[in-house]
């Protein structure tokens, strides 16, 4: 099975090389060309995940980090011919969960969404988890770790996604690298590009963690079109079996 996540960039030109018009044709056929069974997605504005998945293979569950139809959403997209879902849920990265709120210095409301999908190709049933961190407050990826360690089942195959907004050297990567295997512990490539191939601002940000899977194989999807970025993040794949 092979998943990825993947942060698209909202929608913040309307115009010039990163203009979701232009970078759009770009995400569909890295997917396509790619063929993830299932990914994560981040930052998606309501109009781009509509046009995400006008005619997809995918279905989605989705949450917009407010709590209702507008600002960013956080999705999980998975075939619908080889995937049922079972259940589903979220909670926000705060000390009020279950409503729409944030954590004391972080920029924005944060969140984190599952699934529970039944593979009809093996039967097998597990959870997708996929999440975005605040890119200011370190103090709130911290907690926003902590909460995930003690939300997330630990008897359960699951696949940890996102963009962490950490890098190994975080205090909120090394708890979630004590709780659950990191698919790319010997990735050395960047998965934050800032639109460029400048490395200076280049990070490794972005992760798929598991638990109970096997790690069969691990990329960082890394190609441009003629120079042009389908992302400020690059896709993270990884191939997995139970």
């Known amino acids: 099975m092979k998943v990825a996540t993947f942060n698209l960039c909202c929608d913040v030109a309307k115009d010039g090389d990163i203009a979701w018009s232009v970078r759009l044709p770009l995400i569909k056929r890295i997917i396509r060309e790619e063929a993830f069974d299932v990914f994560g997605a981040q930052e998606l504005v309501p109009h781009q995940l509509r046009d995400l998945n006008m005619e997809s293979p995918y279905a989605h569950y989705s949450l917009f980090r407010d709590g209702g139809e507008t600002g960013e959403a956080i999705s999980i997209f998975y075939l619908k011919a080889r995937f049922d879902l079972l259940e589903t849920g979220h909670f926000w990265l705060s000390e009020t969960e279950q409503v729409p709120s944030f954590y004391e210095d ?127 993040h690059y896709p993270v794949v990884a191939l997995l079996s139970l």
């Open 106 to 232: 972080a920029a924005f409301p944060r969140t984190c969404i599952w699934v529970k999908l039944l593979d009809t190709q093996t039967g097998n049933s597990f959870y997708v988890y996929n999440t975005h961190f605040d890119h200011i407050s370190s103090k709130a990826r911290t907690y926003s770790a902590e909460l995930l360690q003690k939300n997330l089942p630990q008897d359960a195959p699951l696949i940890l996604l996102g963009d962490f907004n950490s890098t190994r050297q975080s205090e909120a990567y090394q708890l979630l690298n004590t709780t659950f295997q990191n698919a790319g512990e010997t990735n050395l490539q960047s998965t934050y590009n800032d639109f460029s191939l400048d490395e200076k601002n280049h990070e490794e940000i972005d992760f798929i963690f598991t638990q109970q899977f096997h790690v069969e194989q691990f990329y960082v999807v890394t190609k441009t079109f003629d120079g042009l970025f389908a992302s400020d």
